[in-house]
């Protein structure tokens, strides 16, 4: 599979070629926006990396662009860490959003569950229960749902890791980002809100004693 890495920094293109080559799949590298298109028009690619400031054209012009003809996988991977920016990147039709500084270990993590995701189809439903990846949106017995952007966040991060126990210092840590510096509070609270959202559904988000939560949407739902 072909990635293209777009960034100006050139230590942190070569860094992720590095990461990915070990990986096996091809790279590709552009400094800007501009250049991104002009390989995207010739070249085919299973996957964009995008950082979004640049010179030039800026990572969200390009993806606009982009958009009108093309239909890829998107990671924005970027400094900016306003939740704006994430809401703005997924409205415009990313698949993730990582913020930097970051680890390359992560990012191929998310790679390969972003290539999965699209081999697999956009959507993830089982019964009445939604949610629309590509759409960024959740939808029971036929009703949007609505959720915060970390609700959001965390409903995905379980289903990408469904049946594995996640504990609360990984989805602090995934979710909220290195840097974050938060408590189990902060997860028990956030999950209690999403439980109570997921309806007939919450029974899938199970309580590990001792450690943390995991996702089972092959549970008993409760009435």
Same mark, same amino acid.
């Given at each position: 599979?072909?990635?293209?890495?777009?960034?100006?920094?050139?230590?942190?293109?070569?860094?992720?070629?590095?990461?990915?080559?070990?990986?096996?799949?091809?790279?590709?590298?552009?400094?800007?926006?501009?250049?991104?298109?002009?390989?995207?028009?010739?070249?085919?690619?299973?996957?964009? /990396?995008?950082?979004?400031?640049?010179?030039?054209?800026?990572?969200?012009?390009?993806?606009?662009?982009?958009?009108?003809?093309?239909?890829?996988?998107? /990671?924005?991977?970027?400094?900016?860490?306003?939740?704006?920016?994430?809401?703005?990147?997924?409205?415009?039709?990313?698949?993730?959003?990582?913020?930097?500084?970051?680890?390359? %270990?992560?990012?191929?993590?998310?790679?390969?569950?972003?290539?999965? %995701?699209?081999?697999?189809?956009?959507?993830?439903?089982?019964?009445?229960?939604?949610?629309?990846?590509?759409?960024?949106?959740?939808?029971?017995?036929?009703?949007?749902?609505?959720?915060?952007?970390?609700?959001?966040?965390?409903?995905?991060?379980?289903?990408?890791?469904?049946?594995?126990?996640?504990? %609360?210092?990984?989805?602090?840590?995934?979710?909220?980002?290195?840097?974050?510096?938060?408590?189990?509070?902060?997860?028990?609270?956030?999950?209690?809100?999403?439980?109570?959202?997921?309806?007939?559904? %919450?029974?899938?988000?199970?309580?590990?004693?001792?450690?943390?939560?995991?996702?089972?949407?092959?549970?008993?739902?409760?009435?």
């Amino acid at each position: 599979m072909t990635i293209l890495v777009v960034d100006d920094e050139v230590l942190i293109r070569q860094v992720i070629r590095e990461y990915l080559e070990n990986e096996s799949y091809q790279v590709l590298e552009a400094s800007d926006g501009e250049e991104a298109i002009s390989i995207l028009n010739t070249t085919p690619v299973d996957l964009l /990396i995008l950082d979004i400031m640049m010179p030039k054209m800026d990572g969200y012009t390009a993806l606009k662009e982009l958009k009108k003809s093309k239909d890829l996988p998107v /990671i924005i991977l970027s400094a900016r860490q306003e939740e704006y920016d994430k809401l703005l990147g997924f409205e415009l039709g990313i698949d993730d959003y990582l913020t930097k500084p970051f680890s390359p %270990r992560e990012l191929v993590a998310r790679v390969k569950a972003v290539l999965k %995701r699209n081999k697999e189809g956009n959507v993830f439903q089982i019964e009445d229960f939604l949610l629309d990846f590509q759409g960024h949106s959740l939808t029971i017995d036929g009703k949007e749902v609505k959720l915060t952007p970390k609700e959001y966040e965390l409903l995905v991060f379980f289903i990408q890791n469904e049946h594995i126990a996640l504990s %609360r210092e990984q989805l602090l840590n995934k979710v909220w980002g290195y840097d974050f510096y938060g408590d189990d509070r902060t997860i028990d609270t956030h999950i209690k809100m999403l439980r109570n959202n997921l309806g007939k559904y %919450r029974d899938w988000i199970v309580t590990v004693r001792g450690m943390g939560y995991k996702f089972e949407s092959k549970k008993k739902i409760s009435a």
